[in-house]
């Protein structure tokens, strides 16, 4: 899932580390809830500030669980393009997929085990802060912060994938059985009854103790349902499309735009008469640098002028809108199927220059085909 109109907060280790709006909500939810729990302890003035540095430190907790996620993934080549918070924590979006079930588990496991830590060091921190004021705001926050990493930890290891434990039974069943495949088939499906079974609990929490929190589980179950079938989705478009490459469907040599050129340049050459909608846009080593379609042309972010650039008007490409001639087409279209605004994925030689273009519509085509059982690649030419 990628999630639009995030606020950019900065970067932590290299990792870009953004907010969607409803992270608010998730703060003051939580800062109402602390404070709930925090009543009789000190004076309502003191109990609110206390809650709401519990409710940030909470999700300071929740950024580290991602930036263990993100680190490790880095360590282990695969790219981190961003870590998000949002309504229901946090979520790292990688660019890559994991290259072995070692690595896979790897990335798994260190959330949790973070979270865990994190648990740990809150209880001991209570333990202390107990010695000088027993019963006071600071303990009993220390004590609900170490108990919400505990439960987190516990939470995110249920073993259905989107959720950490579905990846560790994805890396698990692909560990014994080689077959990557299967193991993310059976993590899905998991997570699909995880995500019905939560929704379920939630629904008869309101039935039958009139319990409204029931809705916040009914809320997660939902998404968790919906994140393990599209993961469901991929795994078969993968399966159907097998050793096909990006090589197998890319123009290529496509026509590029340099990015020195001007939109007068643009407009006064015959590339905007090819029946291309899409246009990348090279540096001076020939190397792939922004991506310009025409709708950047029609709506200028900057007022037009004579000898504005095309650079200014193009869009900067995302890592995940870069790909290698030889890399499985199934996991381009599994890192790029997510990101509605992505109109190419460029394709790039051993030494970054430009090789070829694969656009949102030829994707469109070979998930059509293949869902239609045809081959990506024609095995008898068309007379
Ligand atoms: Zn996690």
């Keep these: 899932m990628q999630l639009q109109s995030t606020l950019p907060l900065g970067r932590i280790a290299g990792i870009r ?32 500030a206390a809650a709401t540095i519990g409710a940030l430190a909470l999700i300071a907790c929740l ?18 393009e961003r870590i998000v918070l949002w309504l229901l924590g946090g979520a790292s979006e990688l660019a890559g997929e994991p290259k072995d079930a070692r690595t896979d588990l790897r990335v798994a496991l260190v959330g949790p085990a973070t979270s865990l830590l994190l648990g740990a060091i809150g209880f001991g921190a209570a333990a202390v802060s107990s010695v000088f004021s027993p019963g006071g705001p600071v303990t009993a926050t220390l004590v609900w912060l170490a108990t919400v990493n505990v439960i987190l930890a516990v939470f995110n290891m249920l073993p259905g994938a989107p959720l950490d434990g579905g990846r ?24 699909q009854v995880l995500g019905m079974t939560l929704a379920g609990i939630g629904a008869a929490e309101i039935i039958a103790f009139g319990n409204f929190g029931g809705l916040w589980l009914i ?23 097998g050793a096909s490459t990006v090589g197998d469907v890319m123009t290529p040599a496509p026509r590029a735009v340099p990015a020195t050129w001007t939109v007068d340049q643009l407009l006064h050459s015959d590339l905007v008469y090819t029946h291309h909608r899409v246009f990348p846009v090279i540096d001076h080593n020939g190397h792939p640098c922004a991506i310009l379609a025409w709708a950047d042309l029609l709506r200028p972010r900057t007022p037009a002028h004579p000898g504005l650039r095309v650079a200014e008007l193009a869009r900067p490409l995302p890592p995940a809108a870069i790909a290698h001639v030889d890399d499985l087409l199934g996991d381009v279209i599994a890192r790029i199927v997510l990101r509605p605004n992505l109109d190419a994925v460029v394709v790039v030689d051993p030494t970054g220059r430009l090789a070829g273009l ?20 024609p095995t008898v030419t068309p007379s």
Excluded: K, M, Q
């Excluded at 907010?19 to 809830?33: C, E, K, Q, R, Y």
């Design 17 to 48: 580390i953004a907010a969607h709006w409803s992270a608010a909500v998730t703060v003051g939810l939580f800062t109402w809830i602390l404070a709930t729990y925090l009543r009789g302890t000190a004076d309502a003035g003191i109990i609110w």
């Design 63 to 80: 950024l580290a669980h991602e930036l263990a996620h993100s680190i490790v993934a880095t360590r282990n080549g695969i790219h981190v």
């Design 168 to 191: 560790v039974v994805r890396a698990v069943i692909w560990w014994r059985s080689g077959d990557r495949l299967r193991a993310e088939t059976a993590a899905a499906r998991w997570g």
């Design 219 to 241: 809320l997660l179950g939902w998404f968790l349902y919906g994140a393990a079938n599209s993961e469901l989705i991929l795994a078969g478009l993968r399966h159907r499309l």
């Design 358 to 377: 694969v656009t949102s519509t030829d994707l469109t085509l070979v998930c059509n085909r293949s869902a239609l059982g045809l081959p990506v690649h």
